[in-house]
């Protein structure tokens, strides 16, 4: 026996699924995504879910469709400036899929409830429209319960960042990360690490000629002024040249911080989309040289 799909139901309650679904990853992830984003994101994902109608395709042309369009909301739903910020908003907006999938399992299994069509990895729920909010509404409760014992994620910071050094100003869009706390091992001068290639046509002639020159391998000893910082991240080691600077000036969330001959170290790796630059929280307290 063939199931009856009432279309306008079968859109009204995908478009619920999806938009609770995305309000969850947006919570656990802190990707930027208004709600009108979020609702026009839900409506395309009501449509892909009309997959359902199609005669039954291959599993593996039924994943692929699965995440490619899981993929794309996720693209509609949010403002993403980086590859790992889509990744995480992707990560949870699966995640909360399989916990909504699982809430629903439950209670038809609990309640024998055969009210759910599946057919191309899209799912025709007859059951109560009541229940299956109560399933939706037990998901969103569980990931607000989370971030408000455990806290939200961090979101991004973006601190506008001048530099000033050899009587050039560079205007630097740098993102302020808490966990960034690289510095001089010597003197403890706090460093700002700025990509080169976003920086280098607005730096002074001198300093170009001393960096290019390093990364060439001109130099069989480093010439004057220019040093090399020792780094550890999650990924691996290595050093970063990097040059004094006169002054560097900070300004996060309004607030606004002044240091004195920090270090600008270069980078030709290339940062985040968008970002020029990185400063820590080790630039919250003014160096004395």
């Known amino acids: 026996m063939q199931a009856v799909i009432y279309i306008d139901m079968f859109l009204l309650i995908n478009f619920l699924i999806n938009y609770f679904l995305l309000l969850s990853a947006k919570r656990l992830s802190s990707a930027a995504g208004s709600r009108v984003r979020i609702a026009f994101a839900s409506g395309v994902g009501a449509l892909f879910a009309l997959v359902i109608l199609l005669p039954p395709m291959h599993l593996a042309v039924q994943l692929l469709y699965k995440v490619a369009t899981g993929l794309v909301l996720v693209l509609l739903a949010f403002k993403l400036i980086s590859v790992k910020m889509f990744l995480k908003a992707a990560f949870w907006f699966t995640a909360c899929s399989f916990l909504l999938a699982g809430a629903i399992l439950v209670c038809i299994v609990g309640f024998s409830f055969q009210g759910v069509n599946v057919n191309n990895l899209a799912f025709n729920f007859s059951i109560s429209p009541f229940l299956l909010f109560s399933c939706m509404l ?93 780094f550890r991240t999650a990924s691996g080691q290595g050093i970063v040249p990097a040059i004094s600077a006169d002054m560097v000036v900070v300004t996060v969330g309004g607030s606004e911080q002044v240091v004195s001959a920090p270090l600008l170290a270069f980078t030709r790796e290339p940062l985040e989309a968008g970002v020029e630059a990185l400063v820590g929280p080790n630039f919250a307290q003014k160096v004395k040289v």
């Open 138 to 230: 037990v998901v969103y409760s569980c990931v607000y319960l989370i971030t408000v014992f455990f806290g939200p994620p961090a979101a991004l910071q973006m601190a506008q960042t001048k530099v000033q050094i050899g009587g050039v100003t560079l205007q630097l869009n740098a993102m302020y990360d808490t966990g960034f706390r690289l510095e001089d091992p010597l003197s403890g001068r706090p460093v700002v690490l700025a990509s080169y290639q976003a920086c280098k046509t607005s730096l002074p002639p001198l300093t170009i000629q001393t960096l290019e020159g390093y990364y060439s391998g001109k130099y069989e000893r480093l010439p004057g002024g220019l040093r090399l910082l020792p």
